[in-house]
Structures are given as structure tokens and as C-alpha cells.
């Protein structure tokens, strides 16, 4: 059978249906301990979690009053790569302040 040149085959394209997932997200903790300066937790807050010197002020004395404070809602490699940053810090400035995650 021959075509008109305005007659077109029509094709469906179909693809397969994705189930897309948002990322499991985890909180960056910071905990208190007696050497650790409030000076150094708010700069750790400022830098590395981008807070303002109020937000980190909040946060810091959290941490303090309650002897755990979250620093930040993030994706699992984020979390961990924060989490190395402030461990190195601390190290490099002879703190012993840590950092862990835990799931929402």
C-alpha cells in the first residue's frame, strides 16, 4: 500500500515507569565534652555547616545544656564527609569534640 507524503507512521514510544526514591537522610549530632571551647563548636558550626553565628550559638548551647545537639539533616555521604571535616578539625586543634550520625 502506498503513502500519502502528509500520512506519517505513528509509533508510540513507551519506557518503563521508574520509581524514583528521595535519599535516606541523616542527622550530623555533635557532642559535648568538658576540653572542647564554645568558641571552637560555633566556628565548627559556621564553617563547616554554614550557620549563622545565631543559629550556631542555638545549636552550641544545645549541645552544652543537653550533651547532644544536631548540627545538620544531610544524605548519608554528606553527613560522613562533614563529620571527617570536623573530626580533622578537632584533631588539628587539639580538641576532642566528635560527631555521629543517626537516620531521621
Given at each position: 500500500m502506498a503513502?500519502?507524503?502528509?500520512?506519517?507512521?505513528s509509533s508510540v514510544l513507551t519506557?518503563?515507569?521508574?520509581d524514583v526514591k528521595e535519599p535516606k537522610l541523616y542527622k550530623v549530632l555533635l557532642h559535648n565534652?568538658?576540653?572542647t571551647t564554645m568558641e571552637f563548636v560555633?566556628?565548627?558550626?559556621e564553617t563547616v555547616f554554614h550557620k549563622s553565628t545565631n543559629d550556631a550559638t542555638k545549636i552550641m548551647l544545645n549541645v552544652h545544656n543537653e550533651g547532644i545537639g544536631i548540627a545538620g539533616v544531610y544524605t548519608r555521604e554528606i553527613c560522613e564527609t562533614?563529620?571527617?571535616?570536623?573530626?580533622?578539625?578537632a584533631k588539628k586543634n587539639e580538641f576532642p569534640?566528635?560527631?555521629?550520625?543517626?537516620?531521621v
Open positions: 503513502k500519502n507524503k502528509n500520512q506519517h507512521e519506557e518503563d515507569a521508574t565534652d568538658d576540653y560555633i566556628s565548627i558550626l562533614k563529620i571527617s571535616v570536623v573530626h580533622q578539625l569534640l566528635r560527631c555521629s550520625m543517626e537516620t
